[in-house]
């Protein structure tokens, strides 16, 4: 199978910190990588879109300055929560596709970091 | 605008009792429809998937769903559930972006529980 992992699992920070979440396809090279936030008890919300070199696609709403995405390689992707706000404290998902287009490929997903921010 | 309802939020079952979660979709072009479980702690995984061709798709651990176009659905069923079968269940729809490329619209999730 496709396996992606994220690290950190869980972090703590203060407030007005950044904080990177590394997200990696270990079994696989993957042209696009998915960030989505998830609230207790309510549903995976994209966040943004990355293709390896280039930049993301941000959905309405997300700020682009503020929650950065870097897809440097075909294995990996980071999230940087800049100037983190209590607010910012979530579930954080990776996912990963091995195609740019997507129709029939399908999203594996990574086990998720906590995010609390003081 | 793109959507996915499933209609029920929490389900507790005894074991050995059928299954069916909801799935609705708004979308007017090509979808591809997935089901996702997650159990407690873990990540999400793929329990099935519908691309085309036989609308009744079989997936694992003895779930299947059946894609309903003119319903707009693609309901999960499972004919006998375990205790191992709690956890939560997402249903989602790869749909095309502004971008050009497709991404995930999930429903809200259905959160099972079955009695042992």
């Known amino acids: 199978g496709a396996v992606v992992s994220q690290h950190p699992s869980r972090v703590i920070c203060k407030s007005g910190t950044s904080v990177k979440i590394e997200c990696r396809s270990l079994?696989?090279?993957?042209?696009?990588m998915f960030w989505y936030r998830q609230f207790p008890k309510q549903s995976l919300m994209l966040m943004a879109t990355s293709n390896e070199g280039s930049k993301a696609t941000y959905e309405q709403g997300v700020e682009k300055d503020k929650f950065l995405i870097n897809h440097a390689s075909l294995t990996l992707s980071t999230l940087t929560v800049t100037s983190a706000h209590p607010e910012d404290s979530s579930f954080y998902i990776c996912?990963?596709?091995?195609?740019?287009?997507?129709?029939?490929?399908?999203?594996?997903f990574g086990p998720g970091t906590r995010l609390t921010v003081l | 605008a793109q959507s996915v309802s499933q209609h029920n939020h929490h389900v507790i079952l005894s074991e050995a009792a059928s299954l069916e979660l909801g799935c609705n979709y708004s979308y007017g072009g090509t979808v591809n429809l997935f089901w996702y479980v997650q159990y407690p702690g873990q990540h999400l995984q793929l329990l099935l998937k519908y691309f085309s061709g036989d609308p009744l798709v079989k997936g694992i651990k003895g779930f299947e769903a059946e894609f309903i176009k003119s319903k707009f659905s693609f309901n999960l069923r499972k004919p006998s559930v375990q205790w191992s079968d709690t956890a939560e269940y997402f249903c989602a729809v790869n749909a095309m972006a502004t971008s050009g490329t497709y991404k995930y619209i999930f429903g809200t999730g259905t959160r099972l529980k079955v009695l042992a």
């Open positions: 996912s990963a596709r091995k195609s740019t287009s997507g129709l029939t490929d399908t999203q594996y």
């Open positions: 079994d696989f090279q993957a042209t696009t």
